[in-house]
């Protein structure tokens, strides 16, 4: 187990670098997404919910010393018939039981979760979530297992790749029914990063087509899903598809019309409103390093020097622009890039 552990860890820190798979739980909306709810609401008219509130009393001896601060994260779900109604909660339970393997071994966990579930929940509840929960294990325990593909790690087919053995290994435990359920955000999340990265990718495509088919790709999504990615993916696709452009020489149209096509009117006019400021700050600051550089090679004293620097700093720049103004020089002075924001 604890080999599988390792191979598991280092499979999962693979893709987080890639940010595909952490994300999903940072970024998701809550549990009862809008596919996820339409499919419980067609198994049942009356839900009854367990909430942690009611089972942190009974459960918390079963915590491990990391979590004695923490409720039992089990949020189970049932019908009225008390048939287990799988979602996203119910991996949450099972992942909440698994951290604490390393202060607890496998079979302690498994014995915990057993108890757990006994002590908590009636039959047929119980019954199906130990069901669950041994699939889940061997599930957990088969993915630790799954060889990395050979292909390059930048590149989308290599998290193709990936994604379609965890597919094909998820079709091997559960049901249709049940990995919608489990894992529905997070298949959903995969899905679209990967069409996000071979739409970037696509050499096919000028800047303009790729905005455009990335704002399908993103209102395709469902709404909650699209506020959160925005902030996340947008302005990293704005920045890439800008600098795209800009090193193929592009016109200031053709960057207006891709910024258009991603972002709309609006929020293109305030990022140009930006670049004109940018642009403005980058002109003063540029003038100023070069009268400042010929002041630095006239004959004149030291004390003079700095006296004509800081009264041309004065006139140019504002007080709080003054400020600012004096980490350029100090770059400008020892060689390096000027930090211009972009």
Not at 22 to 28: D, E, F, G, N, R
Not at 120 to 148: T, V
Not at 188 to 194: A, E, G, Q, R
Request: overall charge neutral; some cysteine.
């Amino acid at each position: 187990m604890q080999g599988m552990q390792k191979k598991y860890i280092w499979l999962i820190c693979s893709l987080v670098i890639a940010s595909i798979l952490a994300l999903v739980y940072w970024l998701k909306p809550d549990s009862s997404t809008p596919t996820q709810s339409n499919m419980q609401s067609s198994q049942t008219a009356n839900i009854e919910s367990f909430s942690t509130q009611k089972i942190s009393a009974q459960a918390q001896s079963f915590a491990s010393k990391s979590q004695q601060d923490t409720q039992v994260n089990c949020q189970i779900r049932s019908d009225a018939s008390k048939h287990l109604i799988v979602n996203e909660q119910t991996k949450d339970c099972f992942e909440y039981f698994l951290t604490q393997y390393g202060e607890k071994n496998i079979e302690q966990i498994k014995a915990d979760f057993l108890k757990f579930v006994q002590s908590n929940y009636e039959n047929p509840l119980n019954a199906e979530l130990d069901d669950l929960w041994q699939r889940y294990l061997k599930y957990r325990n088969d993915l630790g297992h799954l060889q990395a593909s050979q292909v390059e790690q930048n590149d989308a087919l290599y998290y193709r790749k990936i994604f379609s053995k965890i597919n094909d290994l998820k079709k091997k435990y559960f049901s249709a029914v049940e990995i919608a359920g489990l894992f529905g955000n997070e298949d959903l999340y995969n899905n679209y990063t990967l069409n996000r990265m071979d739409i970037l990718a696509d050499k096919n495509l000028n800047a303009a087509e790729k905005a455009s088919k990335l704002k399908q790709l993103s209102d395709g999504l469902p709404q909650d899903w699209q506020e959160n990615l925005k902030q996340i993916n947008q302005l990293d696709d704005l920045r890439k598809l800008t600098a795209e452009l800009k090193a193929k020489g592009a016109s200031a149209q053709e960057i207006h019309d891709m910024r258009t096509q991603l972002i709309g009117p609006e929020a293109t006019q305030r990022f140009e409103n930006l670049d004109a400021q940018r642009s403005d700050w980058s002109n003063r600051v540029n003038q100023f390093l070069s009268a400042r550089d010929n002041i630095m090679q006239s004959s004149m004293s030291d004390s003079a020097k700095q006296s004509a620097i800081s009264q041309l700093r004065n006139q140019q720049f504002n007080p709080q622009e003054s400020l600012r103004i004096q980490t350029f020089e100090n770059v400008h002075d020892q060689g390096g890039k000027l930090p211009f924001a972009q």
